[in-house]
């Protein structure tokens, strides 16, 4: 029963989706429509082909341009499998031939995004873009897998079904198509719920922060990619089941614009946009290209209008007015639209009644159509119709043209540098320098840090703290020079091996993951140190142990009453002590924090002072400060930096007596 009342919505949806057919039967002749059926089956196979879509773009931040290239590649692959099957040369049911598509797309997807992976947002995007084309071009000259201009054509019917069905009738393909679907769209969304799929998230509102809780981003779009590509594949093999035949045409750069229109049409923002956005593209595909030849003409103004003023999408409009609707103020709504909707609807009705004449006179007239305005003819071509005014022939008719068809913190670190016990220092730096270009930064700076030590570096603006800062943590590469963590060198190591280290940091500049939950970010901060990699089987919400652990972390931020708010919505203390928490959730034994209370109020700074000391006790603690009451008030030591040089290190107490730090840094009244 609490099965039921949880996933009604999906039940429902199924239902509908069974019952619309039926609406277009021919009771008479006791059959389906033909085309209603291939065109709900072409609705469900390309809703499974946006949602793989949308697993890059809504979820992991990745634009491409060439999504086809799975779902073409998976198509070929099912299309020679059912006629590997037809030839007996090997047993398969029916039912799994989408699956082969599948299994075809996942292995193209990791080849592919082992190469375009290696970048992210505009490069990653033209190279899918560079990649679509060749395979595109590629389908044309590889004659055994690609079958040239004519393509591959199989036979459906090929009597291995699990079920006895021959799927030799459309509904039978429908049924088969509705059955994929569901299975592909809820596999989608559990994986939404998984490690991969929340890091994926997380990649995508700030790749660098995801470094820094141990993850390679990298690795986490490469095997999104990949299983978007297993999912694209699925949806490529019911389309060579729906329509027995595979041509270039699937890898094509047009099939790659349907997933992107139907995710931002529908909105990427929420999981089922894409579903919406597959229907609107699919009938003014299927549908519109039959009565109007300017339908690719609407598809395009509609996609604008939708960015411009609705980025959100269709599902984006329904999740502003659901808040309304729980507070019962919908009905207040009713009035404004309602005079909206005559203006709307006249506004929509005079630019058709254009886009129509004008298609018209251009397209109509070369298929010879004719255009009668109050029982007179309208003479779309202007010369032939002065010409015969003028007596003259009839100027020649254009060619008729047809149209184109529209077709987990400490439980497993996995440290790999020495523990605290083998080595004195947490941190150790020798000789280091940095130099950007020409201009020294950071000069020689020698800094051994031991474990469970509070050390502070101060210094004037441009002195180089936080430069140094992103040399221990791998941020930049330093110049001359070695630092050790925990006893091993970092020299050329990228920032998430150095956190499994056991150094994880804060920025400058609040660094969460904003279009999260406070609950999520500490969450993700938890994932790697608990073991749980790049999973996509487990689902975190059955995770008892990871959710207990952050639900601890909220407690001790004081953060409990912001649990289910998005990260982005809280007050800049709030943020600052989010970041400090997903800085700690992984169990790191160093934490380096780059001006933690900067801009904080006098009483954010107590609360901030008192929780950094709580949370790194036991821990080594590196911290840049301009605070000077934060800084004797937590250091046990205190480095200063001018100039990229180290000019004292020593006890709070010496450093504040140092007349060398107080005419460089201090001032004189400090003394």
Not at 320 to 349: D, E, F, K, N
């Amino acid at each position: 029963m609490n099965l039921l009342r949880r996933h009604w919505p999906w039940l429902l949806g199924i239902v509908i989706v069974l019952a619309i057919p039926f609406l277009f039967y021919d009771w008479t002749k006791g059959r389906h429509s033909g085309f209603v059926l291939t065109l709900m089956s072409e609705i469900g196979l390309m809703a499974i082909f946006a949602l793989s879509f949308n697993m890059l773009m809504g979820q992991a931040g990745l634009l491409s341009f060439g999504h086809a290239i799975l779902f073409g590649l998976g198509s070929y692959c099912a299309a020679h499998a059912l006629n590997g099957v037809k030839a007996e040369s090997f047993w398969l049911p029916t039912e799994l031939i989408p699956l082969v598509g599948g299994l075809g797309g996942l292995a193209f997807g990791f080849a592919i995004g082992w190469v375009a992976t290696q970048q992210r947002s505009t490069a990653f995007a033209m190279i899918t873009m560079g990649l679509g084309e060749l395979v595109g071009a590629a389908a044309l000259m590889f004659m055994t897998f690609f079958g040239g201009e004519g393509g591959i054509t199989t036979d459906r019917v090929i009597d291995t079904s699990l079920f006895g069905i021959s799927y030799a009738t459309p509904w039978q393909v429908y049924c088969l198509v509705l059955a994929w679907t569901v299975i592909a769209m809820v596999l989608m969304r559990l994986q939404t719920e998984t490690p991969l799929g929340r890091m994926a998230n997380a990649t995508r509102d700030n790749f660098e922060r995801t470094q820094f809780v141990g993850y390679d981003p990298r690795m986490i779009r490469l095997y999104q990619f990949a299983l978007s590509g297993f999912f694209a594949g699925i949806a490529g093999g019911l389309y060579a089941l729906v329509y027995e035949i595979v041509t270039f045409d699937t890898v094509s750069a047009t099939k790659s614009a349907n997933a992107l229109l139907a995710a931002y049409i529908g909105g990427a923002g929420g999981f089922f946009g894409p579903v919406l956005g597959t229907i609107v593209v699919v009938l003014l595909q299927s549908g519109v290209s039959l009565l109007s030849n300017a339908w690719l003409l609407y598809v395009g103004v509609l996609f604008i209008v939708m960015v411009m003023y609705a980025p959100g999408g269709l599902i984006g409009l329904v999740a502003q007015h659901t808040p309304i609707l729980r507070l019962g103020r919908l009905s207040a709504l009713v009035l404004p639209y309602a005079r909206l909707l005559p203006a709307a609807a006249i506004l929509m009705l005079g630019f058709v009644l254009l886009v129509e004449l004008a298609s018209f006179t251009t397209i109509g007239a070369a298929q010879g159509k004719r255009f009668a305005i109050a029982g007179s003819d309208a003479r779309p071509n202007t010369l032939d119709h002065r010409h015969r005014r003028a007596g003259g022939r009839p100027a020649l008719a254009a060619p008729r043209i047809s149209p184109l068809p529209p077709h987990l913190g400490r439980a497993d670190r996995g440290r790999q540098g020495a523990g605290k016990d083998a080595v004195s220092e947490a941190i150790k730096l020798t000789g280091v320098r940095k130099s950007f270009g020409r201009t020294d930064i950071i000069h020689g700076v020698d800094l051994a840090i031991p474990h469970g030590e509070r050390h502070a570096i101060i210094g004037p603006n441009g002195a180089g703290k936080t430069t140094l800062f992103n040399l221990i943590s791998g941020r930049y590469r330093i110049s001359a020079g070695e630092i050790a963590v925990n006893g091993r060198s970092i020299a050329g190591l990228a920032p998430h091996e150095i956190n499994r280290l056991g150094l994880s940091r804060s920025f400058q500049i609040t660094s969460i993951f904003p279009r999260m939950t406070v609950f999520e970010n500490l969450r993700c901060g938890l994932l790697w140190s608990r073991g749980y990699r790049y999973s996509f089987w487990h689902l975190l919400g059955r995770q008892r142990a990871l959710n207990e652990a952050a639900e601890q972390l909220l407690e001790q931020l004081n953060l409990a009453g912001r649990r289910n708010l998005l990260a982005g919505l809280l007050s800049y203390a709030e943020q600052r002590a989010l970041e400090i928490g997903i800085t700690i959730a992984g169990g790191a034994e160093i934490i380096l924090l780059d001006e933690p209370t900067a801009g904080m109020s006098h009483s954010e700074t107590e609360y901030a002072v008192e929780l950094i000391r709580k949370v790194s006790e036991g821990k080594t603690l590196l911290m840049v400060e301009h605070d000077m009451g934060v800084v004797f008030g937590l250091a046990d030591r205190v480095t200063v930096l001018v100039y990229g040089e180290v000019i004292a290190s020593d006890t709070p107490a010496r450093i504040r007596a140092n007349p060398a730090v107080q005419e460089a840094y201090l001032g004189t009244e400090a003394a």
